[in-house]
Nanobody, 117 residues
Framework: QVQLVESGGGLVQPGGSLRLSCATS????????MGWYRQAPGKQRELVAT???????NYADSVKGRFTISRDNAKNTVYLQMNSLKPEDTAVYYC???????????WGQGTQVTVSS
């Protein structure tokens, strides 16, 4: 079983920044894609960003240019730097650790991000 622990959520004003962290109990050096998803009230969970073993990022159009995903393989940790936050970024953010083979997804418990003045 893989356990993920997220941190860094909170309340921030529009235009502000937050940095989310997710530490996983399993090595992310290989055979892993790491990512962040979010779910706003009344909406489906949606992709925010993912990053491959080769450090290739992929972003949702809504966060391109504002969010940056990164990973530290030595610490088994993935980060999400969120800048220029907007009220529509308000959601619970979930960390994903995807094992490529055999295919299996592990999720964190979620961390609340609220953007409001």
């Amino acid at each position: 079983q893989v356990q993920l622990v997220e941190s860094g959520g909170g309340l921030v004003q529009p235009g502000g920044s937050l940095r989310l962290s997710c530490a996983t109990s399993r090595s992310i050096f290989s055979n892993s894609v790491m990512g962040w998803y979010r779910q706003a009230p009344g909406k489906q969970r949606e992709l925010v960003a993912t990053i491959t073993n080769n450090n290739n990022p992929n972003y949702a159009d809504s966060v391109k240019g504002r969010f940056t995903i990164s990973r530290d393989n030595a610490k088994n940790t993935v980060y999400l730097q969120m800048n220029s936050l907007k009220p529509e970024d308000t959601a619970v953010y979930y960390c994903l650790h995807r094992i490529i083979f055999p295919s299996r997804d592990y999720w964190g418990q979620g961390t609340q991000v609220t953007v409001s003045s």
